[in-house]
Nanobody, 128 residues
Framework: QVQLVESGGGLVPAGGSLRLSCAAS???????MGWFRQAPGKEREFVAA????????GYADSVKGRFTISKDNAKNTVHLQMNSLKPEDTAVYYC??????????????????????WGQGTQVTVSS
């Protein structure tokens, strides 16, 4: 089992950048990771994901080219670098983890029900 703690959220003007981090306990290297977000009054949505092996990445169309997900197995940490932020990026951002499947180390996952482990979330607010 893995426990996740996000950090790095805050208030930033439109066009600015933030770097979110998710620190994990447990056997992190065998976990595929994802970032999701939930804005007020909206459902939680997929943002970015990285495979267990770290060699395959996926992004929502709304963030492609602006956000970058990365995984540091040595530090048990996954990051989300967010550039060119827009007011519509305002949300609580959640880190999620699932154990990778043997033989599918390059799979990443974009559905929230595929992840059994979640962090508490970190607020990102982008002012216009």
């Amino acid at each position: 089992q893995v426990q996740l703690v996000e950090s790095g959220g805050g208030l930033v003007p439109a066009g600015g950048s933030l770097r979110l981090s998710c620190a994990a306990s447990g056997p992190f290297s065998k976990y595929a990771m994802g970032w999701f977000r939930q804005a007020p009054g909206k459902e939680r949505e997929f943002v970015a994901a990285i495979s267990w092996s770290g060699d395959n990445l996926g992004y929502a169309d709304s963030v492609k080219g602006r956000f970058t997900i990365s995984k540091d197995n040595a530090k048990n940490t996954v990051h989300l670098q967010m550039n060119s932020l827009k007011p519509e990026d305002t949300a609580v951002y959640y880190c999620a983890a699932r154990l990778g499947r043997l033989g599918y180390s390059s799979n990443y996952y974009t559905e929230d029900d595929e992840y059994p482990y979640w962090g508490q979330g970190t607020q990102v607010t982008v002012s216009s």
